[in-house]
């Protein structure tokens, strides 16, 4: 029973170390600043979306065609776009600049998606 208790603990510790490393957390992360900024912003797309849906969600209920959160959203949605702009123009990480790509995809594509 004690070795299972022990190597429950090992997993775990494990599994909250690699997290780390892999969020850029730990000093020794592989993320460089360029590459935090692009996560920070991915999390920041992701509220949108969140607020967005609960909107669309609030907006069915009451049976508008969409609310003022939804269409707040998508306003943000754009704000975040031309700051990832601004923010690509910098930027010399190969490898950020494929992420800031890939956003700036989704994040045009939830702005001209049809409402």
Same mark, same amino acid.
């Given at each position: 029973?004690k070795?299972?208790? !022990? %190597?429950? =603990?090992m997993? !775990? @510790?494990? =599994?909250v170390? &690699?997290? $780390?490393?892999g969020s850029g957390?730990l000093p020794? #992360?592989?993320?460089?600043p360029?590459? *935090?900024e =692009?996560?920070r $912003?991915e999390?920041? &797309?992701?509220? /949108? *979306?969140q607020e967005?849906?609960? #909107?669309?969600?609030i @907006? #069915?209920m009451s #049976? ?5 959160? @939804?269409e +707040?959203a998508?306003d943000? @949605?754009?704000?975040? $776009?031309?700051?990832?702009d601004? &923010? ?5 990480d +190969?490898e950020?600049?494929k992420e800031a790509?890939t %956003?700036?995809?989704e994040?045009?594509?939830? /702005?001209? +998606?049809?409402?």
């Amino acid at each position: 029973m004690k070795k299972v208790v !022990v %190597l429950l =603990i090992m997993v !775990v @510790a494990v =599994i909250v170390i &690699f997290k $780390l490393v892999g969020s850029g957390s730990l000093p020794f #992360g592989s993320k460089t600043p360029e590459m *935090r900024e =692009i996560s920070r $912003l991915e999390g920041e &797309f992701r509220v /949108i *979306r969140q607020e967005y849906r609960q #909107g669309v969600k609030i @907006a #069915g209920m009451s #049976g508008q065609d969409m609310t003022v959160e @939804a269409e +707040a959203a998508i306003d943000e @949605a754009e704000g975040l $776009l031309s700051e990832l702009d601004v &923010f690509f123009g910098t930027m010399k990480d +190969a490898e950020a600049k494929k992420e800031a790509e890939t %956003l700036r995809m989704e994040l045009k594509k939830f /702005i001209q +998606a049809p409402r």
